[in-house]
T-cell receptor, first 114, second 107 residues
Framework: GAVVSQHPSRVICKSGTSVKIECRSL??????MFWYRQFPKQSLMLMATSNEGSKATYEQGVEKDKFLINHASLTLSTLTVTSAHPEDSSFYICSARIQGYEQYFGPGTRLTVT | DAKTTQPTSMDCAEGRAANLPCNHSTISGNEYVHWYRQIHSQGPQYIIHGLKNNETNEMASLIITEDRKSSTLILPHATLRDTAVYYCIVYGNKLVFGAGTILRVKS
């Protein structure tokens, strides 16, 4: 099956700093990528939809100025958490869609803000 | 996107078939039913999807009722490694996850 990678897998940062998470589709081109967030013992929450070469579409309640998404190529999307605070600590997961409906997920990035 | 209802948790004996139900009574005619699973602290894994016909692949079978208001995911011979949270999702133009079913496979 198609492979999606994320980097880093874990990151710890200090409050007030920014963190960038990369999502790559390794063996296919993805016109659309998605970013999710998951808190402990909860389900995945869709944050935004990212189309290559255009601005991301954010879900209601997600701050676009805090979670910056860049989808510069068909194989790379990045999520930058700006001015991170402890409440931003979470498991961030990206996914990439091949044409059609199948979506493949990355392994996730565990962010801890101290 | 149509809402889905799944049992909170289920147990299954190793080697037996695991049948996971899902209700999606508000599904629209062009919406697919997708199933994913998530093993602890990993990204979700695609299992199977269907529109109205039953589907089978190397992982599972998907049975969709004729009125499309419910479906059942079948893992034919569950193993301990199938212990995970299983999500039934009605796919409009994006995957929106509900609470899912925690499946525990026991030896």
């Amino acid at each position: 099956g198609a492979v999606v990678s994320q980097h880093p897998s874990r990151v710890i940062c200090k409050s007030g700093t920014s963190v960038k998470i990369e999502c790559r589709s390794l063996d296919f081109q993805a016109t659309t990528m998605f970013w999710y967030r998951q808190f402990p013992k909860q389900s995945l929450m869709l944050m935004a939809t990212s189309n290559e070469g255009s601005k991301a579409t954010y879900e209601q309640g997600v701050e676009k100025d805090k979670f910056l998404i860049n989808h510069a190529s068909l194989t790379l999307s990045t999520l930058t958490v700006t001015s991170a605070h402890p409440e931003d600590s979470s498991f961030y997961i990206c996914s990439a869609r091949i044409q059609g409906y199948e979506q493949y997920f990355g392994p996730g990035t565990r962010l801890t803000v101290t | 996107d149509a809402k889905t209802t799944q049992p909170t948790s289920m147990d299954c004996a190793e080697g037996r078939a695991a049948n996971l139900p899902c209700n999606h009574s508000t599904i629209s005619g062009n919406e697919y039913v997708h199933w994913y699973r998530q093993i602890h602290s990993q990204g979700p894994q695609y299992i199977i999807h269907g529109l109205k016909n039953n589907e089978t692949n190397e992982m599972a079978s998907l049975i969709i009722t004729e009125d499309r208001k419910s479906s059942t995911l079948i893992l034919p011979h569950a193993t301990l490694r199938d212990t995970a949270v299983y999500y039934c999702i009605v796919y409009g133009n994006k995957l929106v996850f509900g609470a899912g079913t925690i499946l525990r496979v026991k030896s």
